[in-house]
């Protein structure tokens, strides 16, 4: 899993600024920076699930550039470090989060298609943004 990890890290510098974390407080301090919603991706070294929806992702240039471009990403092994948030210990699981740690909508579980993350992701990114705009 950490070679997946890493290897996405690598297509993310490649691809797109380097906006994907493996570490919740540096992700979660670029998310206040940029005022960038955060896409959490909980995953475990031990699962097949995981390293294929990894594999899939970093295969993927244009998923890539989306999720690294618009989200402060943050990928967390749940098999070597505690989850940032409650959840269900159900992996892969993916999460948008505000910078307050809050959920924005139930979060997405197991190796899906990416067209389904794509439209998660995104409708998640617009429920940020209209809730960021109505506080003005």
């Given at each position: 899993?950490?070679?997946?990890?890493?290897?996405?890290?690598?297509?993310s510098?490649?691809?797109?600024k380097?906006?994907l974390?493996?570490?919740?407080?540096?992700?979660?301090?670029y998310?206040?920076k940029?005022?960038?919603?955060i896409?959490?991706?909980?995953?475990?070294?031990?699962?097949?699930?995981c390293?294929?929806?990894?594999?899939?992702?970093a295969?993927?240039?244009?998923?890539?550039?989306?999720?690294?471009?618009?989200?402060?990403?943050?990928?967390?092994?749940?098999?070597?470090?505690?989850?940032p948030?409650?959840?269900?210990?159900?992996?892969?699981t993916?999460?948008?989060?505000?910078?307050?740690?809050?959920p924005?909508?139930?979060p997405?579980?197991?190796?899906?298609p990416?067209?389904?993350?794509?439209?998660?992701?995104?409708?998640?990114?617009k429920?940020?943004y209209?809730?960021?705009n109505?506080?003005?």
């Amino acid at each position: 899993m950490k070679k997946i990890i890493i290897s996405l890290l690598f297509f993310s510098f490649i691809w797109a600024k380097p906006h994907l974390f493996t570490n919740f407080q540096q992700g979660l301090d670029y998310s206040i920076k940029t005022n960038k919603p955060i896409a959490l991706f909980l995953v475990s070294s031990t699962c097949p699930h995981c390293r294929d929806l990894i594999n899939k992702i970093a295969n993927n240039r244009q998923f890539a550039l989306y999720v690294g471009n618009n989200f402060s990403w943050i990928v967390i092994d749940v098999a070597t470090q505690p989850a940032p948030v409650p959840f269900d210990r159900s992996v892969p699981t993916i999460m948008v989060l505000n910078q307050n740690k809050e959920p924005l909508s139930q979060p997405v579980k197991g190796d899906i298609p990416l067209n389904m993350l794509y439209k998660y992701l995104k409708e998640n990114y617009k429920l940020y943004y209209n809730a960021v705009n109505s506080q003005f």
